[in-house]
Structures are given as structure tokens and as C-alpha cells.
């Protein structure tokens, strides 16, 4: 009898979470955060884990560090019940009680401007499970944009130094204090919230800014051409530019006549006049904040950015030193930070002045 | 019952270079080529450590990687293909290689490490040049440990060895301050913390930016000098391990070499801290002994001949002083019987002679200088080097090391029992003290059927805590042996419950000491233990109190009321560990 009631109930559940991971999977949503991991294999492989784990964490990826990037703050601000709903789902799937706590990791500002608007909503009845497990993280001052990157955050949130982590194991399998932690980005509990709600339709958040008229954070099919974007938000320049994707520092350079394609990565567009841009400038801005920015760990990020910034800032440098250190970065480094300084430079280089420098 | 099967590990074939070779399931590729005599550097990967891929000297390229890889870190797959020397690998390493010499600031004329230097040899292999960027971290402080270790923040490549060995030692006194280029090894300012000088920081630094506190030119100095008695003693541990920096097998007993290089450098008399470990296991025996026969005794008895054991017992657990043995250590017992006894006999004066001890250990530089341990108002041993040291000034000198043929000790003094033979080893100071032990109470009890143990294999080998239980005498005896001092908090609940615990800090014992050859690594240190249970196994005698030149100093000792002055020692309750720190002005 005992073993007929145990057999249902894990029937039932399983079909819950069979239907949510199979909605998850038929919208083929993609982790928001930028490097477009599936959620629905990222799910999985906690729920894998938690069969030899007795607890997981969930950690919701609210840092949004690099400049030219709102759209966590505007979903936080403007959807936090989607946001927390998403958030319940992941909870409900992995389990109430195996896990074991919920780090917000959010952005000092946002904590500030959504905490309140988010205790509310989980005060709400139907959350107080939830409520109990959560908790705000501030991402510290100094953590920079490296504070991000989903590794350093559980060291952070372990009382470690921000600093990446090396993989395997991923966090999915060994996360926060070496359980299965499933991170994701603000967003992306947005989208499951949408998806469960049958009301997702492929949109996405884009943060618009630069030389433009009307900057902000716009919602569009996520497979929308760039040119698109820019037309429908009013933003199309009329002028000669250029444009950044997916992040004011490691996005990457496409001239007018490349941006026919959607956006990837954080899907931000940031617009820049060709005219009006200093080139030295620009590229100054991008290495001092990539060495502002490193960590310290590697080798090649620590001391590239270094002699990278030092190199600029000189009036005259080594050339060949200079793009040596930039490929080394491109294929050495220790994780994504160190290896997306080349994006920028390398694709300014081919699409705006149509030099093809590693 | 179930059958425990050990699990072979699975083997498969994959490329490297284009040749298939047989990897094992769960190796690095880094292994994997080392294995396969391919040389790639590496700076930061030390076996004994946590993989931390942050040089990022060792990349490789994996077919089907986007990025290159770090072979430190990433481990053998089927069907992989390796590839370790193409012109996307050099270019990446080569750079990196620059990136690295230009984070250490360059002093290779003065560097006692550039023989064996790993930044040389690369930009040797690779015909780079070590100094092409400006030096960035000209103006760092070096951290002083007293006078036994330092930590150069100028030469400091960032690889956080030090740091991790340190918290391995249980100490955590080192930490890294800053981030990004500002991020540096430092000591920390919390009270609660010192350093114990064990040198296992520098034992595992691969840039010599941690390293002992370098005595060997001012020794070199010295010793061209004329009119000076110079005389030199050698530890076990060294006999074993300073071949290695010679090319010469791993273990290799080199004590003939040794007198005979230390002669060729000029030193006028050569002794073997061996015969001093007869001393201090003859000491710390009688001691045993005289703790049995008293009813008021504390128990357990701990030995002390660890200098930096010692350093961590007088800050972290002053409590514990009482249970280590007052018997001083072996190259103290050495320095005494030199000055005292050796230049009575030879119509010397104790002031005029110089003691060096050449040992594995970076805190017995620290031990040498202690105020308590004097003779007429002067240290016992005035100079302390560490085996590197001693293998630097042969190199320097170009003494042709491995075609040395074996010389002479000063015969009034001998090369010691086979006791005193695996005091280098971790166990050995007990198993010493334990052979003597068991010969005395057998003694005692005039039973001609007592079993004087001779060997006490169960306090042998690398494992961290090692417990046994012996029968001496017909009573019986609970032993441990700390193996490393990160392993003491473990032992520390059940402290009590033993009658005799033997502590080094440095795990192996001193034949892993803070001042032995880099690298050294648990395969290496189990191929110089061996080295010394083999010369435990050829000496004529094998208990310490059977070494009659011994005797004869012990007893002079003894019977001229000197056994406080020469023999025995005591320990107080410390603040904190002594730091200075300078600033280059090169």
C-alpha cells in the first residue's frame, strides 16, 4: 500500500516537472545572462545531481557588471512578479526541501531599487516557502565586472575572492559550497515565468544607448535584426556609425552594414557616431576597463591588461608586443574576461578600418 | 564478506604529437606528456598542490578546443588528440613566458637560485629575453621572517604556492592582499597568527621569491679568509637529497661527496650531525626514561628537535610546553660538542671557531640564533645553511659534484648509528629514541628473554598521523607521529591518551624540509626515505647509545656538569613570530 502511495505522488510531481522542463525545452529557451547555455539542460543536470546530493542552491545572476547593460534592472523594476514566479518554478522543480538557499546576487543599485517591491510580492502567501529560502546578496563595490561571471559569484557568496573557479566541475554538479547550484541570469527566470504562463513568445530585453535619441531598455523577438531594432525603437541613426553587441566592453564592433543579424550574447546595442568617435580614445576605454576589471588570477589577464593599458596609454608601443599580448589573451586566458578583451578590438579592427590585426 | 578488488585504472590510446600513446583514465595531460619525455614548463602546477592553471605556461592545443588548453588542468579523453608544439601553442606560451619574466624582477647575479632557475632555463629554450618590459614591481617589500625565511614581493610571479603550502601547514599566516596587479603575498596583521619559519613557502615557490634568508656568500666570504677555523656539519636528510641537484638519482646516500665538496670550499674540519643525532637520541632516551621513573611525570613526551614545531608549540599551544623533551636538537648537540669537548681536545679556543650547519630546514636558522642556546656568550652554530645554499656555492665553485670521490670526516667524531641515519625521516627521531629505549629497560629489568626492539616499522612513512601501540619491558607504550604540521589540530583531542608523540612540521620529516631541493615532492621524498632506511640498514651499529665517541662526549658532558649547558634546553611562551621588512633600492 505504502509503497502504491509513494508511486503516485512521484507520479504526479514527475509529470509537473516533465511538463515544465518540455515547455522549457519545445520554446528552446537559452540562459539570458549571454553565453546562450539551454536552460533545460542546465535544469536537468541539477536535478542529475541532486540524485546524489541531498541539497542544491539556486543563485538568480543579477550583477549585470558591464556598462551598456540595464535590462536586469529594468525586469527587477518593472516584471518582479514574473521574475519571482520564474523563480518559484526552479524552486518547485528542484525541490522545496532539498533546496537549501536562494542567493539574490544582485547589483549594489538594484538591491536598492527593487528589495522592497520584491520582499512584497514573496510576503505573499503563495510564496512563503520560497520567501523562507531567499536571501539578497549585494554584489560588492570592488568585485568589478569579474564579479559576474558565475564562478566568482559562488566565491563571493562563499566569503571567497571573486574570482573564477576552474571547470569542470561546473556548478551544476559542485556550485556553492560544492553542491549542485543552478544560476541563472534575472531574465531567464523571466522567460520561464512567461513559457509556464504559456505567453512566451521569443522576446527579449535589449538595452539600447550611445548616439542615439531615445536609450533605454526595449523588449523585441529575440531573433530580431539588429537594423530592426534600432528602426522600431526610433534609434535608427542618421548618420554614419557604427555599433557594440552585447556589452559596452566585451561586446563586439559591426558596421552599419553588418547588423542584419540579431543580437546575441546581453543583447545590448550600443550606437556609436563614426564621426565623432576618437579611436584612441575608444580603445583606451576598453583596456582600462579590462584592467581595472581582472581579477588578478591568470597570468595573461593580469599582466596582459596591464601592459595593454600601459602600452595605449604611451604614445608609441611595440606593435607586434602589443597584438601578441591580445592573442595570447584570445587564446590563454583563464576564463571568458581575459579571452573577450580581443572581441572589441579585433572586430574594430576588421569591421571599421578593415584590418585583420591576429 | 566483500572482496575488495583495487581497481586498475582504464588505459586507452590517444594522440599526442601525432603518435598514439597510452594514457591512463584520469591523468593531466600535463602527466601524460611528461610521461611521454615531452618537456612542457609550468610554473604554477606543483604535484603536491591543488591544480591552479593560473601561469598559463603549459597550454596545449586539443583538437575540437576552441581556446588552448592548460595541460596542468585538464585531464586525458578518449579519442583526444594532443597537440604540445605547434606555432599557436609557442605563440601563446612564448608571450605568456614574457608576461611572466616581466612580473619578477630580474637580480640573477645575487640569486642563489640561478642555477637551477626555471624563468632562466625557459627563456633559454625558447630564445627570449627575460627583461623586455619595464619591471613593475620594483618597489614591493621583502617580508623577513626572522632570519629564516623571506618573501620577495618584487620576484613574486603570482602563483599562490606559497599561500596554499602555508595553509597546508595548518599556520595560514601568509595572505593575499589586493586584486589585479596590485595583489601580492603578504603576512598577515592579525595577532593571532605566526610563522613557525618551516620554509615549506619557499619549498614551494618556483621563482625563488620565498626562500630562505641566503647566508652562502657571506659564508663564501668567510671562508676564503685565512686564519679562521671553519668547521661544518651536515644533517641526515641532506646525504640523501643534495644529489638531486646534481643530476644524481633521487635518494642517492651522497655523504662521501659531501665531506669531500665541503673540503674543496675550504672548509677546514668536517663533521656529521648524524653522530649528533646519537647525542640527542641518548638524551631524549635517558629522558624517556628518567619519566618513567617518576610518578609525577607528564605524559606524553613530545620531541622538540623541530625548531619550527617548537615555534608553533611556544605560540599556538604554550599550554604543550611541558611535554616536549628538553633535549636539544641534533645540530645544537653538534655545535656544543664541537666547542666544548672537539676544541679542548685539539688546544682550540671555542671563540675562534666558526660552526656551519648545513641542514634541509630553513627554521633551524632561526633555532641557531635563539639566545638560550649559546656557548661563552656566542651561538653553538654561527652560520645555518640549507641544502639548496650548499648546493648553490658547489655550483658557483665548479666543483664537479658527482665525480667527487667519498672523503674523510674528522675521526675524532664519527658518521653515527643507524638511529641517527632516519632522523631525517618522519618517524625516525621516535624510532631512534624507541631502539635506545627498549635496550634500557630491558637493561633495567635484567630479563635476558626481553625483546629489545630494534626496528619500529609502524611509526614509518608518509601518512600524516601514524599511531601504534608498543610493548616494552612487558608495559605497554601509545605512540603517535604528526607528519606535517597541519596534521597536529587532528591529533591534538586525543593528545593525552599517548605516552610519546613525535612532531615535524615539514611532512616527511626533514627529508621534506623547508630547505631541501626544489622540486620535492611526495614521489621524491619517498625515494630519500628509502635512501635513508638503506644507511640505517649498512652502518655497523644501529642504537645510538652503542656509539661510544658519542659516549665519550656525552659522559664528558655529564660528568663536568655541563648536561644543562650542552645537553638540554627549555622553551617559553611566544608573542608572535619576528617580521621586518625592507624595500630594494635597485
Known amino acids: 500500500m505504502k509503497a502504491k502511495t509513494k508511486k503516485?505522488?512521484?507520479?504526479?510531481?514527475?509529470?509537473?516537472?516533465?511538463?515544465?522542463?518540455?515547455?522549457?525545452e519545445s520554446a528552446a529557451l537559452v540562459g539570458r545572462g549571454g553565453a546562450g547555455y539551454p536552460v533545460a539542460w542546465k535544469w536537468k543536470a541539477v536535478e542529475e545531481a541532486l540524485k546524489s546530493e541531498k541539497e542544491a542552491y539556486i543563485v538568480v545572476n543579477g550583477a549585470e557588471g558591464e556598462p551598456g547593460v540595464k535590462k536586469d534592472a529594468f525586469i527587477l523594476e518593472k516584471h518582479p512578479e514574473d521574475f519571482i514566479f520564474g523563480l518559484n518554478l526552479a524552486f518547485e522543480f528542484l525541490g522545496k526541501n532539498k533546496v537549501k538557499k536562494i542567493y539574490l546576487f544582485l547589483n549594489k543599485t538594484y538591491i536598492k531599487s527593487s528589495a522592497n517591491k520584491i520582499r512584497k510580492i514573496l510576503a505573499d502567501k503563495k510564496y512563503s516557502d520560497l520567501e523562507k529560502k531567499v536571501e539578497f546578496f549585494s554584489k560588492p563595490l570592488d568585485?568589478?565586472?569579474?564579479?559576474?561571471?558565475?564562478?566568482?559569484?559562488?566565491?563571493?557568496?562563499?566569503?571567497?575572492?571573486?574570482?573564477?573557479?576552474?571547470?569542470?566541475?561546473?556548478?551544476?554538479?559542485?556550485?556553492?559550497?560544492?553542491?549542485?547550484t543552478l544560476i541563472n541570469n534575472v531574465e531567464t527566470f523571466f522567460d520561464v515565468a512567461l513559457v509556464a504562463k504559456d505567453e512566451y513568445r521569443g522576446d527579449r530585453f535589449y538595452t539600447i544607448s550611445g548616439a542615439i535619441k531615445k536609450p533605454g531598455v526595449y523588449r523585441?523577438?529575440?531573433?530580431?535584426?539588429?537594423?530592426?531594432?534600432?528602426?522600431?525603437?526610433?534609434?535608427?541613426?542618421?548618420?554614419d556609425f557604427f555599433v557594440q553587441i552585447g556589452g559596452n566592453a566585451s561586446g563586439e564592433i559591426l558596421n552599419k552594414?553588418?547588423?542584419?543579424?540579431?543580437?546575441?550574447?546581453?543583447?545590448?546595442?550600443?550606437?556609436?557616431?563614426?564621426?565623432?568617435?576618437?579611436?584612441?580614445?575608444?580603445?583606451?576605454?576598453?583596456?582600462?576597463?579590462?584592467?581595472?576589471?581582472?581579477?588578478?588570477?591568470?597570468?595573461?589577464?593580469?599582466?596582459?591588461?596591464?601592459?595593454?593599458?600601459?602600452?595605449?596609454?604611451?604614445?608609441?608601443?611595440?606593435?607586434?608586443?602589443?597584438?601578441?599580448?591580445?592573442?595570447?589573451?584570445?587564446?590563454?586566458?583563464?576564463?571568458?574576461?581575459?579571452?573577450?578583451?580581443?572581441?572589441?578590438?579585433?572586430?574594430?579592427?576588421?569591421?571599421?578600418?578593415?584590418?585583420?590585426?591576429? | 564478506m566483500k572482496k575488495i578488488i583495487k581497481k586498475e585504472p582504464k588505459t586507452f590510446k590517444i594522440k599526442l604529437n601525432g603518435k598514439l600513446v597510452l594514457a591512463y583514465e584520469g591523468e593531466t595531460v600535463l602527466t601524460l606528456a611528461r610521461r611521454n619525455k615531452i618537456n612542457i614548463p609550468s610554473f604554477c602546477y606543483h604535484p603536491d598542490l591543488s591544480v591552479k592553471a593560473n601561469c598559463r605556461v603549459c597550454v596545449v592545443e586539443i583538437k575540437g578546443s576552441v581556446k588552448l588548453k592548460t595541460s596542468c588542468s585538464t585531464?586525458?579523453?578518449?579519442?583526444?588528440?594532443?597537440?604540445?608544439?605547434?606555432?599557436?601553442?609557442?605563440?601563446?606560451?612564448?608571450?605568456?613566458?614574457?608576461?611572466?619574466?616581466?612580473?619578477?624582477?630580474?637580480?640573477c647575479g645575487g640569486c642563489s637560485y640561478r642555477f637551477d632557475c626555471n624563468l632562466l632555463s625557459t627563456a633559454k629554450e625558447y630564445d627570449l629575453e627575460v627583461s623586455r618590459f619595464k619591471d613593475r614591481k620594483k618597489t614591493r617589500k621583502t617580508y623577513k621572517f626572522a632570519n629564516a625565511v623571506e618573501i620577495d614581493g618584487t620576484q613574486c610571479i603570482d602563483c599562490r604556492n606559497c599561500l596554499e603550502a602555508c595553509v597546508n601547514q595548518g599556520i595560514s599566516y601568509l595572505e593575499l592582499s589586493g586584486k589585479g596587479i596590485d595583489q601580492e603575498i603578504v603576512?598577515?596583521?592579525?595577532?593571532?597568527?605566526?610563522?613557525?619559519?618551516?620554509?615549506?613557502?619557499?619549498?614551494?615557490?618556483?621563482?625563488?621569491?620565498?626562500?630562505?634568508?641566503?647566508?652562502?656568500?657571506?659564508?663564501?666570504?668567510?671562508?676564503?679568509?685565512k686564519g679562521k677555523t671553519v668547521v661544518v656539519q651536515f644533517a641526515p636528510a641532506v646525504r640523501v637529497s643534495l644529489g638531486e641537484s646534481f643530476g644524481l638519482p633521487y635518494g642517492t646516500n651522497c655523504e662521501g661527496k659531501i665531506v669531500s665538496a665541503l673540503k674543496k670550499l675550504g672548509f677546514n674540519y668536517i663533521f656529521d650531525i648524524n653522530f649528533a643525532a646519537d647525542i640527542t637520541t641518548m638524551t631524549e632516551a635517558e629522558e624517556f626514561m628518567e619519566r618513567l621513573a617518576d610518578k609525577k611525570a607528564i605524559w606524553p613526551m613530545t620531541t622538540s628537535c623541530c625548531p619550527a614545531w617548537v615555534a608553533y608549540a611556544e605560540f599556538y599551544h604554550p599550554e604543550l610546553l611541558p611535554h616536549l623533551t628538553t633535549a636539544r636538537s641534533p645540530h645544537i648537540h653538534g655545535g656544543g660538542a664541537i666547542k666544548a669537548y672537539w676544541a679542548k681536545k685539539k688546544n682550540l679556543k671555542a671563540e675562534d671557531i666558526i660552526v656551519v650547519s648545513v641542514v634541509p630546514c630553513t627554521a633551524k636558522k632561526y633555532e641557531a640564533i635563539r639566545p638560550e642556546l649559546k656557548y661563552k656568550g656566542k651561538?653553538?652554530?654561527?652560520?645555518?645553511?640549507?641544502?639548496?645554499?650548499?648546493?648553490?656555492?658547489?655550483?658557483?665553485?665548479?666543483?664537479?659534484?658527482?665525480?667527487?670521490p667519498d672523503g674523510k670526516l674528522?675521526?675524532?667524531?664519527?658518521?653515527?648509528?643507524?638511529?641517527?641515519?632516519?632522523?631525517?625521516?618522519?618517524?625516525?627521531?621516535?624510532?631512534?629514541?624507541?631502539?635506545?629505549?627498549?635496550?634500557?629497560?630491558?637493561?633495567?629489568?635484567?630479563?635476558?628473554?626481553?625483546?629489545?626492539?630494534?626496528?619500529?616499522?609502524?611509526?614509518?612513512?608518509?601518512?600524516?598521523?601514524?599511531?601504534a601501540e608498543v610493548k616494552l619491558g612487558g608495559k605497554k607504550y601509545k605512540l603517535a607521529v604528526v607528519n606535517g604540521l597541519g596534521n597536529f589540530s587532528k591529533l591534538l583531542p586525543n593528545f593525552s591518551k599517548y605516552h610519546y608523540i613525535e612532531v615535524m612540521a615539514c611532512p616527511g620529516g626533514c627529508l621534506g624540509g623547508g630547505g631541501q631541493p626544489i622540486p620535492t615532492t611526495k614521489a621524491i621524498k619517498e625515494k630519500r626515505m628509502a635512501g635513508l632506511y638503506n644507511l640505517d640498514k649498512k652502518r655497523t651499529i644501529r642504537r645510538a647509545h652503542e656509539n661510544k665517541e658519542m659516549l665519550a662526549f656525552y659522559n664528558f658532558a655529564k660528568e663536568n656538569g655541563l648536561a644543562k649547558q650542552l645537553l638540554h634546553t627549555g622553551f617559553k611562551k611566544s608573542k608572535g613570530s619576528i617580521l621586518t621588512s625592507t624595500k630594494d633600492n635597485n
Open chain 1, 8 to 24: 503516485t505522488s512521484l507520479k504526479k510531481n514527475g509529470a509537473t516537472h516533465v511538463d515544465l522542463i518540455n515547455k522549457i
Open chain 1, 143 to 180: 568585485a568589478g565586472y569579474i564579479g559576474g561571471e558565475e564562478s566568482s559569484m559562488l566565491n563571493i557568496i562563499e566569503g571567497k575572492k571573486g574570482e573564477p573557479r576552474i571547470r569542470p566541475p561546473f556548478p551544476t554538479t559542485s556550485g556553492l559550497f560544492s553542491k549542485p
Open chain 1, 220 to 239: 523585441f523577438p529575440a531573433l530580431m535584426p539588429i537594423e530592426n531594432v534600432l528602426k522600431q525603437s526610433a534609434n535608427y541613426p542618421n548618420f
Open chain 1, 257 to 358: 552594414e553588418q547588423i542584419n543579424v540579431p543580437a546575441d550574447s546581453a543583447a545590448s546595442i550600443m550606437v556609436y557616431d563614426k564621426n565623432k568617435t576618437d579611436e584612441k580614445k575608444l580603445i583606451e576605454y576598453w583596456l582600462k576597463f579590462y584592467f581595472n576589471n581582472s581579477c588578478g588570477q591568470c597570468l595573461t589577464c593580469r599582466e596582459g591588461t596591464y601592459r595593454l593599458y600601459e602600452m595605449i596609454k604611451a604614445k608609441t608601443y611595440d606593435q607586434k608586443i602589443f597584438w601578441d599580448i591580445v592573442s595570447a589573451l584570445d587564446d590563454s586566458s583563464f576564463c571568458a574576461l581575459g579571452s573577450s578583451l580581443p572581441i572589441p578590438l579585433l572586430s574594430y579592427y576588421r569591421n571599421i578600418k578593415g584590418v585583420e590585426k591576429v
Open chain 2, 75 to 107: 585531464l586525458v579523453e578518449e579519442g583526444m588528440e594532443i597537440i604540445t608544439d605547434n606555432e599557436r601553442v609557442k605563440k601563446a606560451r612564448e608571450t605568456n613566458l614574457e608576461l611572466i619574466y616581466a612580473s619578477h624582477v630580474e637580480r
Open chain 2, 187 to 225: 603576512p598577515k596583521k592579525d595577532k593571532k597568527f605566526a610563522c613557525v619559519y618551516c620554509g615549506q613557502c619557499a619549498l614551494h615557490c618556483p621563482v625563488a621569491s620565498a626562500q630562505e634568508q641566503d647566508q652562502s656568500l657571506e659564508l663564501e666570504k668567510l671562508l676564503k679568509l
Open chain 2, 379 to 404: 651561538p653553538l652554530v654561527d652560520f645555518v645553511l640549507t641544502t639548496r645554499e650548499l648546493a648553490f656555492l658547489i655550483k658557483k665553485n665548479r666543483i664537479d659534484f658527482v665525480n667527487l
Open chain 2, 410 to 467: 674528522e675521526p675524532m667524531f664519527n658518521a653515527g648509528s643507524g638511529a641517527a641515519a632516519i632522523y631525517g625521516a618522519s618517524g625516525g627521531v621516535m624510532e631512534s629514541a624507541l631502539r635506545s629505549v627498549a635496550s634500557f629497560v630491558c637493561e633495567k629489568g635484567k630479563d635476558p628473554l626481553c625483546d629489545a626492539r630494534l626496528e619500529f616499522k609502524e611509526v614509518r612513512g608518509l601518512e600524516g598521523i601514524k599511531e
